[in-house]
């Protein structure tokens, strides 16, 4: 950060700057571990609310935080981007706590508008979706936004912070809660309101100590605008923000087509159906500690070192994601089934389209051009695909039914990476078929195709439910499956984890 943007103070390396950094590795294990631990609890969550609450509940309560989402990306213009380039860069704690007392001031105030605006934009939102039931929930309006906004800084905080211990205990805490909500709501015998109503009651208690934990690692963070920072911070999120926007509407514009097209229960349906499902943990986890990583990289002149990098992070989690993704793909009708209960089955089709979408998940594709600065660039990339979907989504909504907006937004994401890959390309100066891992990806992807043809065939040939049931065949010819492909990718796994290792080591 720039001399006249934050207050002096000593230049001497504090205990949280980052050139004390974890390799990229073992940071990105903490948070693995965090996240699994997380995901599983989520996932039985989200199991049980969907079992829990009948179709036209869990539409309602879907259309809700699709709007919610839709305006907390539009107005919060990529502020949470912004830690991870300020934080990193900001040489002493005093420069830290300056940025982040600025940085939860503005977000803040923020999140109080964008609450405002949905609560006034109800009619609006109650016509769109043809679902007069919205109006009741306006509370749920108003102050999750806040929440949402809040919460999203914790875990770039704490990893700049060298915090993964304290993020692993966060991450746990918040999806113990979500999921207490759920058992007493049941337990009590309580209805869909008193839910709404605990729920956003325990979130809020959660945003609250986002300013606790924020306070702890910085020192002391208070209400503070500092102009010029704030425009400095504006210049560089704004750009992340409008592409956030894009990417958020190329991956919701479907659901807001079926939203509109369709009735609350089948919004339901598509909703959980497309639902991602939280495969992409080794590849989140290896990006938020990345992120840091490559900047600074790139600021030093290390680009080809930190392409190297980005390049083995990113085949590490394909040969983990690839394998999750052809296993689910071909299992859909039983992995449907235990998520969400078998009344979602209408969705199959849209479940193994947005299961291929995870490949596309396997990295932050723009994560250079994020670290050399060039967010503008990201904010372009991301136009024309948005334009793509856009067309594509009523087109294939009218040529194939459900499923046909599943497959637009498949595409306009491959088209999204595709283009920044191009831009890195040409920031890099290396060559497109150098700038990424593409024969190494290609072969990986070639052997999960093998696994996926034998493994449907044996499925289809052997008929093996009649005797054991379908979802326990699914899991038994899942586990040959894994113990093949594991045996295979073995070495390789192992050399990538530790390359991995070796090179997260740059700031030493």
């Known amino acids: 950060m720039a001399e006249n943007q934050t207050p002096t103070g000593d230049k001497r390396k504090q205990p949280g700057s980052v ?22 609890i989520a996932l039985v969550s989200n199991m049980l609310l969907a079992r829990f609450r009948t179709l036209s509940e869990y539409g309602t309560y879907s259309q809700i935080l699709l709007v919610i989402n839709l305006f907390t990306t539009l107005l ?3 502020l949470p981007n912004s830690i991870n380039y300020f934080l990193a860069r900001a040489e002493t704690q005093a420069e830290k706590a300056h940025f982040l007392s600025v940085y939860y001031t503005l977000s803040t105030a923020l999140s109080m508008v964008i609450g405002f605006v949905l609560v006034l934009s109800i ?18 309006l108003a102050l999750y936004p806040w929440y949402s906004i809040i919460s999203s800084s914790v875990e770039n905080v704490l990893v700049v912070y060298q915090k993964t211990n304290s993020l692993m205990l966060y991450k746990v805490a918040v999806s113990v809660l979500t999921l207490s909500v759920i058992l007493v709501v049941k337990w009590a015998g309580w209805g869909f309101s008193e839910y709404m109503i605990l729920f956003v009651g325990v979130h809020c208690l959660i945003a609250l100590s986002v300013y606790g934990i924020a306070n702890r690692v910085s020192g002391g963070i208070g209400i503070l605008f500092n102009k010029s920072l704030i425009k400095s911070i504006f210049v560089f999120s704004i750009p992340i923000g409008l592409a956030t926007v894009v990417g958020t509407l190329n991956t919701e514009i479907d659901k807001l087509m079926i939203g509109y097209l369709m009735s609350t229960e089948q919004m339901s349906i598509y909703t959980n159906a497309a639902r991602e499902l939280p495969l992409t943990i080794v590849a989140s986890s290896i990006t938020a500690v990345l992120l840091p990583q490559l900047t600074i990289m790139i600021k030093r002149g290390q680009t080809k070192e930190a392409l190297k990098l980005w390049g083995n992070a990113t085949e590490l989690s394909y040969i983990v994601i690839a394998f999750l993704v052809s296993c689910i793909f071909v299992f859909a009708e039983e992995a449907l089934t235990i998520l969400y209960s078998a009344k979602y089955l209408p969705g ?7 299961t291929l979408n995870l490949l596309l998940r396997v990295t932050y594709f723009g994560i250079v051009l994020n670290a050399c600065g060039k967010t503008k660039k990201i904010f372009w990339c991301s136009i024309y695909s948005l334009l793509l979907n856009m067309l594509l989504n009523p087109l294939f909504y ?19 990476q595709l283009l920044q890959l191009k831009m890195t390309s040409v920031i890099t100066d290396v060559s497109f078929s150098g700038v990424f891992p593409w024969k190494r990806l290609g072969g990986i992807t070639v052997l999960n195709i093998v696994f996926a043809a034998v493994f449907w065939g044996i499925k289809h040939l052997l008929h093996l439910e009649a005797v054991i049931g379908g979802i326990w065949e699914s899991i038994l010819l899942g586990c040959i499956w894994f113990a093949g492909y594991f045996l295979i990718m073995r070495k390789k796994l192992i050399l990538k984890w530790s390359l991995l290792n070796a090179k997260g080591d740059v700031c030493e």
Do not use: D
Request: hydrophobic share 50%.
């Open 398 to 416: 009218y040529l194939f039914g459900m499923i046909g907006p599943a497959i637009a937004t498949f595409l306009a994401i491959l088209l999204i």
């Open 348 to 354: 199959v089709g849209v479940f193994r389209v947005y």
């Open 123 to 140: 009619p609006l939102i109650e016509g769109y979706f043809h679902n007069p039931t919205i109006r009741h929930f306006y509370y749920f």
């Open 76 to 78: 919060m213009l990529g």
């Open 19 to 40: 050139t004390q950094s974890l390799s990229v590795g073992k940071g990105a294990l903490h948070l693995t571990a965090a996240k699994i631990m997380t995901t599983l």
